[in-house]
């Protein structure tokens, strides 16, 4: 690496527990490309094992625009610059850095071994025995600094020849320390288990590399490790069974793997609490307590004593008169139900006022508490899934909410709540929104995030998509049936008269009936072949004036010729077509044009933007990108180009949590797989006020009867069942 600078550090602005730190720099020299840092103070980034003030650098990398904190110093690799002269030798001795070692004394050492004096300190200490006045102590200190300087960098450069990159390299050192050689040289999967953000396959080609073999225990026991927690994100499970372990174990690592060293492997795990098995199920251990620890909070929580509230009937009719409305009988259990139990389901199909009933909720636990409204955003949190779902909470409750990862104060770099069992939130009540959407591992933080007795409730409609990460929590809690669940079935949003509720309805019921489209202004069915991309441009020119917020087009799957990519890419002319007037920039074989639809892929919390979040592009500089998302104007560069796409059409699964007034929705024969129950549910009851179906009706009647989609294998709704009737 040719490009560097030298110099000390000023500042640390930064650092996290994986090394990764900012800073500024004083540069003393460079190579010809950043001389015009010499004599400047600089930002830098970077891993870092540890930095001194007092010692000198080199800094290999180069120069990076962050999108909010500007140029900044990207390092690569650094090394640490031995002093040579005889005065810096002794600056660098009396610094600090060796304990007990004062100026005099480092003059001395200096004067004694002259310019060589740390090549012999750290090769031959005991020559600082002639100096008089040094003591052993003293000795120790230097040789043992020193060499504990060296060994780092070395350990540092010897991750590197193995192949890790210098950020992984970084991480594993500050993990270990003076250990690192000795935990490479046992167990080079160790670093799975101990350190999260480096992946199976980038140990796994690591140890190829060192000489391991294909069916080497350690490999095989790890490769068990990644099969499990592979099937179980990408099919729902809490748990497998041992021959499905076996076949996807036997898929990665090769036929060459005996059935008996399998089962060996696989039993050393379970002896390792790493695999937890129960009766023919085999379950990772994080899964198995996670859902151990939901059963046992649940069961707490529905066992507790109801809590008596003294004139709940007359705070309820203060609340009706104060917002002019009259619950109905669902509406009033619901309502008095959640102050009096400690923990509640509320469960409803579209229409039914889930969210109505929350803000009834708040009103009523403020009355019956006595609280001011501050003291009300002190005891109670709203929490939703995802960023849309919690801003849609706070403008129908005119209260703070948030995503349970900022709430538990999500640490995306260490992949870490800092609200924790150790750390418990302080919260009385907590409301989850959406609750369809979160599954077992995060329910299960933040459970350890709250104290024992904080009253739960969850509002959600389990017949839309399941969670995407692992379980079917919401399903299982409500199908126990043995727990404090209120369903709410009376139409309420939009009147009984409703297609677009009765729609819904019928999906959910497995049959559509053709008359549903005969009449209302709510709904429209269009006619069309498999190919519909011009139906849809159609619509969408009828609508190109809409507010972009409030028209959506959803679309099940991303590729083919009626996919999200293919319809973007068509939507884009018809929505915001070309004008000398607007900006382009294009990245891979994408376009993208100032007043474009954007769609966000991935939490930004800095940002204060979310997956799912929509926003324009309002303006294109050079190879900067400007969103808007609601007058929360973000910054993109080339390095994050890849989270955010084209939004005119957008997957189902990316509108949960949100809601449109009108939504447009392709269905074809094409769609195959996507072609199921859930998912059309879930999209219809996206619609507020419009929805038109465009497409083949008997696609549509098939995915309504099509409830076939894969059954997630989960324990805690026949756990709560079995030890709720043994109590």
């Not at 059963?295 to 007359?314: G, P």
């Not at 389901?345 to 708040?362: A, F, Q, R, W, Y």
């Not at 509108?655 to 072609?675: A, H, R």
């Amino acid at each position: 690496m040719n490009e560097y600078v030298k110099g000390n550090i000023k500042k640390i602005i930064y650092r996290n527990d994986n090394g990764y730190t900012v800073g500024v720099f004083k540069v003393k020299d460079a190579s010809s490309k950043y001389e015009h840092f010499i004599d400047v103070s600089i930002s830098f980034t970077g891993y870092f094992h540890e930095l001194n003030e007092s010692d000198t650098y080199n800094f290999y990398g180069g120069i990076v625009n962050h999108p909010k904190y500007g140029e900044q110093f990207n390092v690569e690799l650094y090394d640490i610059v031995m002093p040579e002269e005889k005065d810096s030798i002794t600056e660098f001795l009396s610094s600090g850095t060796f304990k007990g070692i004062g100026e005099k004394t480092a003059e001395k050492i200096v004067n004694f071994l002259g310019d060589d004096a740390l090549r012999i300190i750290i090769e031959s200490p005991s020559n600082l025995l002639l100096i008089p006045g040094i003591t052993k102590k003293q000795i120790d200190v230097l040789h043992n600094t020193l060499v504990q300087y060296e060994s780092s960098y070395n350990t540092i450069l010897k991750l590197n020849e193995m192949g890790f990159v210098t950020r992984d390299s970084m991480v594993v050192y500050n993990k270990y320390k003076g250990n690192t050689i000795n935990v490479l040289e046992e167990n080079l999967y160790r670093l799975i288990e101990d350190i999260k953000d480096i992946t199976f396959k980038k140990i796994d080609a690591i140890a190829l590399k060192q000489n391991y073999e294909r069916t080497d225990k350690r490999r095989v026991k790890a490769s068990i490790i990644y099969t499990m927690e592979e099937l179980c994100n990408a099919l729902g499970h809490s748990y497998l069974s041992i021959d499905e372990v076996y076949k996807y174990t036997i898929m990665f690592l090769g036929n060459n793997l005996k059935e008996e060293d399998f089962i060996e492997s696989l039993n050393s795990l379970i002896l390792e609490l790493k695999v937890i098995k129960e009766e023919e199920k085999y379950f990772l251990r994080s899964m198995w307590e996670a859902e151990d620890t939901i059963i046992k909070r649940v069961i707490y929580l529905s066992n507790k004593k109801d809590n008596a509230i003294k004139d709940i009937d007359k705070y309820i009719k203060e609340i009706e008169y104060d917002n002019d409305i009259v619950y109905n009988s669902e509406q009033l259990l619901a309502i008095k139900s959640s102050v009096e139990k400690n923990f509640l389901i509320i469960t409803g199909g579209p229409g039914t006022g889930k969210t109505t009933i929350v803000s009834s909720i708040l009103d009523l636990y403020k009355k019956a508490n006595k609280l001011t409204y501050e003291k009300l955003i002190e005891e109670v949190v709203l929490l939703a899934p995802t960023g849309r779902a919690s801003k849609r909470l706070t403008e129908k409750t005119l209260l703070p909410a948030s995503t349970i990862h900022s709430f538990l104060k999500w640490n995306k770099d260490l992949d870490k709540f800092a609200v924790n069992e150790y750390n418990k939130s302080d919260a009385k009540l907590v409301i989850i929104d959406e609750a369809s959407m979160v599954d077992v591992p995060l329910f299960h933080s933040l459970l350890k995030g709250l104290r024992l007795d904080t009253k739960i409730i969850m509002v959600g409609d389990y017949n839309q998509l399941p969670s995407v990460g692992p379980g079917q929590l919401l399903k299982d809690l409500i199908e126990s049936n043995v727990l404090n669940v209120i369903s709410l079935k009376m139409l309420y949003r939009q009147g009984e008269d409703s297609n677009i509720i009765t729609i819904a309805h019928d999906i959910n019921n497995g049959v559509v009936e053709d008359d549903v489209f005969l009449d209302g202004s709510d709904l429209k069915f269009v006619k069309a072949e498999n190919n519909i991309i011009n139906e849809i441009g159609k619509i969408g020119k009828k609508y190109n004036d809409y507010d972009y917020r409030n028209f959506q087009i959803l679309v099940p799957m991303y590729k083919g010729i009626n996919g999200i990519d293919n319809l973007n890419k068509y939507l884009q002319d018809i929505f915001n077509p070309a004008s000398k007037n607007k900006k382009e920039l294009v990245v891979g074989d994408v376009i993208y044009r100032e007043h474009d639809k954007i769609l966000q892929l991935v939490n930004m919390p800095e940002e204060r933007i979310f997956n799912g979040d929509i926003g324009i592009i309002s303006k294109i500089d050079k190879k900067e990108i400007l969103v808007d998302f609601d007058t929360n104007q973000v910054k993109f560069t080339p390095s994050n180009f890849n989270k955010f796409k084209h939004g005119y059409a957008i997957s189902i699964h990316k509108s949960q949590g949100s809601e449109f007034d009108v939504v447009v929705l392709p269905v074809v024969p094409g769609y195959t797989k996507m072609l199921y129950r859930k998912l059309y549910y879930t999209a219809v009851t996206r619609s507020k006020k419009k929805l038109i179906i465009v497409g083949d009706i008997n696609s549509l009647k098939y995915a309504s009867s099509n409830n076939s989609q894969d059954v997630r294998k989960t324990t805690i709704k026949d756990k709560i069942v079995k030890k709720i009737s043994i109590s």
